[in-house]
C-alpha cells in the first residue's frame, strides 16, 4: 500500500506520513505512559522545574569533561536549542575550577549560505551562540585549547576527522517540530526515496553534510529565534551525522516543551521505546542506539486534546 504523501510538505518525507495507528497511539499516551517507556538502551527522566531541568543539562557537559584525560581525551557534542544550559556550564567550570586542557566540544550544526557556512557575524550563527553564551565566559586558565573547539563547516573533513580520537561521552540535543535531532530531518520524496523514505541502514551512513531543511524546520527556527521572520532564515544547514551519532557513547534529548509539543513529545518516545523505526521521524532511528535518554520538563508535557482559544 502506498504512504500517504505528507500534508505539511507534499514534497518531503515527514511524521505526517506515518499509519494513523501509531500517530493516534502517541496522542493518547498520558504522563504516565510516556515514563513507562523506558526500558533497556533507552531511558526517560522527568524534572519538576525549569532549574533543575537546565542544571541537570548542564552537568552532562561537566561529567564529560570531567573524564577527560591526557591520554584520553574525552567531550561532548551540544546544541544550540536549547541554549538555557549554556551559561551554566561556564559558571560551574569557574565554580569549580575545572581544567579542560584535555577536554573536547562538538557543535552539532551551522546554517550554511551560498554554500558556506555563516560567519560569528551572522545574527544566527550558532558558533557565535556557544561562545558568547559558554565558552567566552570560561577563566582563560581553564578553557580549553582552541584546537579542541570543533564546529562543523560546510567543507567537512577536518569536523569528522576531529571524532576519530576523542570519546564522545554525550551527544546532547533537542527536538525539532520535525522529529529530527541536530538538522538531521526527514528527506525529499523524490528519486529513489519517491515511494518509501530511506531505511534505517542508508540513513544511517549519512556523514555530517551539509542538508536542505524541511519547510518546517525553518519555519520553527523563524519561530523561535526569528520573531517569525521566515525570510531571515536560511534553507539549508551542515549537521552532524548519525554517523557520528553513533559514535557518541550516549544520546541525551532535552524536552522542554519550547522546540516540540506535546504530540511530537510523544510521538518520537513512542516510537523509540517499541522499536518502530522510519526515517520519515528521523528520531526514531535512534531506537537502533545502545543508550538514548529523553529528558522532560513535566509541566511542559501537556496533553493533546482539543482546546479552543
Not at 500517530?23 to 524534572?47: C, H, K, M, T
Not at 567531550?75 to 569549580?96: D, F, K, M, S, Y
Not at 523514505?197 to 519547510?215: A, G, I, Q
Not at 504530540?263 to 517499541?274: E, V
Request: glycine letters at 6%; charged letters at 20%.
Amino acid at each position: 500500500m502506498a504512504r500517504k504523501r505528507s500534508i505539511l510538505a507534499p514534497e518531503w518525507w515527514d511524521f505526517t506520513t506515518l499509519d494513523d495507528a501509531i500517530l493516534n497511539e502517541a496522542a493518547q499516551l498520558s504522563e504516565a505512559d510516556i515514563y513507562a517507556l523506558s526500558r533497556p538502551g533507552f531511558s526517560v527522566v522527568f524534572y519538576e522545574t525549569l532549574e533543575e531541568f537546565y542544571l541537570a543539562e548542564a552537568l552532562e557537559y561537566i561529567d564529560a569533561w570531567k573524564q577527560a584525560t591526557e591520554l584520553q581525551p574525552a567531550g561532548i557534542c551540544g546544541p544550540i536549542g536549547p541554549t538555557e544550559q549554556l551559561p551554566l556550564v561556564a559558571r560551574l567550570v569557574n565554580e569549580l575550577k575545572i581544567d579542560l586542557s584535555h577536554a573536547h566540544f562538538w557543535g552539532m550544526d551551522e546554517w550554511i549560505i551560498d554554500g558556506k557556512a555563516v560567519s560569528e557575524n551572522h545574527p544566527l550563527s550558532f558558533k557565535k551562540a556557544d561562545l558568547e553564551l559558554c565558552f567566552n565566559r570560561i577563566d582563560p586558565q581553564l578553557q580549553m585549547p582552541k584546537t579542541n573547539l570543533h564546529f562543523p563547516t560546510a567543507a567537512t573533513t577536518g569536523f569528522i576527522e576531529s571524532w576519530n580520537d576523542v570519546r564522545c561521552v554525550v551527544m546532547q540535543g533537542g527536538q525539532g517540530e520535525i522529529k529530527h535531532w541536530a538538522f538531521n530531518d526527514p528527506v525529499k520524496r523524490s528519486g529513489e526515496f519517491e515511494e518509501k523514505p530511506p531505511s534505517l541502514e542508508e540513513y544511517k551512513k549519512l556523514n555530517t553534510r551539509v542538508v536542505d531543511l524541511h519547510p518546517s524546520t525553518i519555519t520553527q527556527n523563524a519561530r523561535t529565534s526569528g520573531g517569525g521572520v521566515v525570510t531571515g532564515v536560511p534553507t539549508q544547514a551542515v549537521t552532524v551525522g548519525p554517523v557520528q551519532t553513533w559514535q557518541a557513547e550516549k544520546v541525551s534529548i532535552w524536552h522542554a516543551g519550547m522546540h516540540d509539543n506535546p504530540f511530537g513529545m510523544r510521538l518520537t518516545a513512542l516510537m523509540i521505546s517499541k522499536g518502530i523505526v522510519d526515517s520519515a521521524v528521523p528520531m526514531s532511528l535512534l531506537a537502533d542506539h545502545p543508550k538514548v535518554q529523553f529528558n522532560y520538563y513535566r509541566p511542559a508535557i501537556g496533553n493533546c486534546q482539543v482546546e479552543m482559544h
